[in-house]
């Protein structure tokens, strides 16, 4: 049986070792690695280049989900198990590069969530932060810290960290929406906690409409103190944000790498609406191709409307209405939309900007 030093010295692969180190001389100091490793000491320059890369080298890798392929199986789920059993009856989108990781990038979580009419999602909250992007269905809600809010397709919904949420379907279909969580950045932190609540259900104490109505209008209450970084609205309507689009597009000349594209913001502080996830609406015209754009933030796009088709880090995808596809750190993108197309997006480019290394290059237009 290998001891765990030897073990250590094979995995050392010679990718990962400083080029000016003497190969030919490696032989003669393994015994000092050995000796060293029994110790929990292990030498840097035979996996330098593997912990500080040229440039990003992400596990993750280009995919799509294509919604009429997937809604079979959340279908076939709802037969299988129930919302209050499962908890949250979730299908995870799980990266190709990342099998058995719960993840779509290296640092974000996505899931296709689906309740039935009459079914609730019992209240919890967790430190992970989680955004709600409406594929389809209507009449079904959203509690968050003691106010509901109705859902409907296009809508971006906010959880902030540790509130109360519960969910429901009061319609007469099944409601499904892309969960985004940050999960994995607060368990790299080693950060997580989470309570369940006592009844299925929190209390609500405060009306329908009461956070758009403090801060959805460009104006605050006098007294309004927000401690939190995330945005005070947790319901950001998608019609009022496809009229938005519609009205840059008539004055605003198109962007060469990025159509129209808007972000979705904290009114209280003009920054991004989540404190760990940057959320954007792209429209892109019928016909229009984007210049190709990398960037070292790996990106998730919903379709909402419209076709189209997109060539990430060399291969190349067709997508339509309601397909989720992911664009990895660094990857070399560009997106051709064969109808007007709208796209919902969420990365983790606010949390790389915080800390000072977010890069993005531009390929000429």
Sequence with gaps: MKSDSSVHREA???AGIVPSVNLAAEPGRMDFYERAGALRLAPLWRVLHGLVTDQPAP??????????????????ACKLISAEEAERRVMVLENPGLPGESRITQSLFA???????????????????ALRFII?????YTAVAGERTMMEPGDFVITPSMTWHDHGNEGDAPMVWLDGLDMHIVNLMCAS?????????????????????????????????????????FNYPYRRTREALDQLARFR????????????????????AMPTMSTWMQLIPKGFETA???????????????????RIGGESFDWGPHDIFVAPSWAEHRHRASSDAV???????????????WRELKSPA
Excluded at 300 to 309: L, R, T, W, Y
Excluded at 343 to 357: A, H, N, P
């Design 12 to 14: 050392g692969s010679l």
């Design 253 to 272: 000349a198109v962007d060469p790498w990025h159509a129209h594209k808007m972000k979705y913001i904290n009114p209280v502080n003009g920054g991004w």
């Design 111 to 129: 899931g296709l969530q689906i309740i039935l009419p009459g079914e609730i999602a019992p209240a919890h909250k967790h430190v992970a932060s």
């Design 343 to 357: 796209m919902f997006i969420y990365s983790d480019r606010v949390v790389q900007e915080k800390l000072d290394f």
């Design 292 to 310: 190709a754009y990398r960037s070292t933030d790996s990106a998730i796009f919903a379709v909402v409307e419209g076709s189209g088709s997109s």
């Design 59 to 76: 596990r993750c890798v280009p995919a799509i989900w294509r919604y009429a392929e997937v809604r079979p199986y959340l279908m076939e």
């Design 193 to 233: 906690f989470r309570e369940g609540y006592p009844g299925r259900v929190h209390p609500l104490d405060r009306p329908e409409g009461a956070a758009a109505a403090e801060a959805g209008h460009n104006l605050l209450p006098v007294d309004a103190r927000y401690a939190s970084q995330t945005s005070p609205i």
């Design 136 to 140: 389809e269905g209507r009449n079904a």
